[in-house]
């Protein structure tokens, strides 16, 4: 019999250690209700259940986010439906007003009308906000003439142009070329040699590009310029794109040039993919691209004439400053109209991509919904333009019978694009339901297989618990029991 080492006490302490801290990890798990309370407890689990967690998270946010968008939406929608109903209005104000039956007195109170109308469309969409973001003045449909621009924004500060900063073929471009040539003094038309020949132009200087700053041309889906025919109804744009292939796509009247950039470095990387994209004459019209002779970083976009021999578009010759020009051209205010009937666009020149009222591609939207838990998860709203000038209903007139049946016309294409609009909008509307209640079902099943991972069993916890109870009660009798063991060597020394 020995004293010195109590091994049966020391067993039955060790037991009960054991089960002290089995019963202490059940009571928290039943306490707190997860089943993982630190890494220790299922180190692989709780690196699945965070990931699940955080999903989980993303997905609540991007069911709020979804509801919100629906709310803008919804503004909008409200917003249009008002504008719709003006619309409707003016236009049987015009057919009213086309009617012979009606005096200049009548067609007056029927213009003021129609002025009031026009400027509560304004006020509309001026005001018109959700959350403080306007949602009815959309870069898409900044209009020119009988296009639109969009939706690209404005080139990077670092491009030059003072062409751009005026809106027109302001600056001239001049080349030597034999013409016939009208003579002022008698009107007599004769042959001349290589004469010195100014042509309305405008250009756009790339020297600050660079390989760090040239996606700055790539924001928002892609940004550009747009240059307008003098003689005809053509817009020629181009967009910069990723690739390194030139793409012609056409929109009615408007050609755009996507030319890619993928190993532009420089401006005069820049310039020749330009000029060797639409090789230097659309369509084989009258606009010319150009590189400048002198710095390779500068484009020019000239209007040119030489194969022309209609008397309308003949050049003048002044003997003093011995220069050829066009007579529509002859003063600094470039650019003067030459066709005002069919092409009320000729000669502007700006930032954007033209394309026809109505067709707009949506390349980059001016809103961005997060709709899902990845960054990946987005949706682009293309926010839609109510103003006169996209509504095509600026200077719109009743005074006269045939101002009333023109407005008439007006009216009715303002119709049909704010339908488009409208349906454009419910599409995303429709879209985004669909997405909530997909959020909605994703949310439950990913928080199930949380659950499933991270959950205390309670029924199979307090099993355990009461298991682990029993043991320990009974570890602590047997330490009773042990320590009893070594007494027994008192009755020896008795």
Known sequence: MIIQHNLPGANSRRNLDKNKGKISKSLEKLSSGFRINRAADDAAGLAISEGLRLTIQGTEQAERNVMDGIGLIQTAE???????????????LSAQSANSTYNETSRSAMQE???????EIGRITENTEFNGIPILKSDVGQSSGSAVIGPQTGLPAWVTSPSLASGKQSEEYETKEGYTIKNTAD???ASSGQKIVKHAAASIDFSALTSANKSDLLEKGGRGFYNTCFTCDNHYSIKFVTGTKT???????????EIGIDNV????DLVKAIVDGVKGNPNNHYTKFIADATNKNKLWIYDDRASENKSSYMPS????????????WTNSTYPKVINTTTCADDGKFGSGVAYAPGSIIPIKGDLTLQIGPTDEETLEIILPGTHEKLLGIDGVSVLTQKAANASMEKFEKAIHYLNGERGRMGSYQNRLEHTHRSLAVSHENLSAAESRIRDTDMAKEITELTKDEIISQGAQFMLSQANVIPQQVLRLLA
């Open 78 to 92: 409200g917003a249009m439906e008002e504008i719709s109903a003006m619309l409707r209005r003016g236009y049987e």
């Open 265 to 268: 470095n420089t401006g005069e």
């Open 317 to 328: 010759y002044d003997e003093k400053t011995q220069k050829v020009s066009w007579d529509s």
């Open 247 to 257: 793409t012609e796509k056409r929109d009615g009247n408007h050609y755009i040039y």
């Open 113 to 119: 009308e129609i002025e009031k109308l026009r400027e």
């Open 187 to 189: 009107n007599t038309v």
